[in-house]
């Protein structure tokens, strides 16, 4: 799609809200594939992203099928040995109204999935799940140049929301994944990458399976009041 196609053909307000309100992080997929002209058609959208000077800071690798469930076997097989080694440190504490949503997040689903707070053998399975990428066909993982940093990562997160919203535009179920960076090490041994890139996030797609209880979680969103200041 050229620039002069998208602007010949605007989106309503209302159908953009619609949109974005409908995309949400689904932990549960059916195995069925996606066609890659479906992927490549919400990949090439995901490319009009701005970004600073128009630089563009990620590349992707999309990993599907048996290649993904190997990939993913070994990053569980390592995280019950060893420990998360991220090229980009995830320490941070949320403290006040952000460990609140934290909370509120977990919660929501780990009641879909009837996991309670004391039932440490369950969550650790659930966590487990993340790095198979929750049982997708499909996961693409986004990396950024090496040397760049938070503005160009910014930049990605913009590229990253893109992508989310235009599988959603498709019909399809996904999820931003930390979790699938915590091993960036193995992800570049099975995938046979140099070092030198910064694996951000992974990004887990594909036809969501709407019997599993995972997908049932619902969370809630701050209210304007509560994040925006005006001034003048």
Known sequence: MTQETAKAAPMTADAFDTLVRTRRSVRGYLPDPVAPEVIAGAMETSLWAPSNCNVQPWSVHLVSGEKLRALGQAMMDHAQSGRPTPDVPMDTAYRGVYRDRQIGSAKALYGAMGIARDDR?????????????????????????????????????????????????????????????????????????APGAQLMVGIAFGYEDPDHPANAARTDREGIEGVLVRHG
């Open 121 to 193: 053998a369950g969550r650790a399975s659930a966590f487990l799940r993340n790095l198979d990428a929750f049982g997708a066909p499909h996961a693409a993982f986004v990396f950024l140049p090496e040397n760049f940093g938070i503005r160009e990562a910014a930049d990605l997160g913009g590229f990253v929301q893109t992508f989310l919203l235009a599988l959603t535009a498709r019909g399809l179920g996904s999820c931003a994944q930390g979790a699938l960076s915590l091993y960036p090490d193995i992800v570049r041994d099975q995938l046979g990458l």
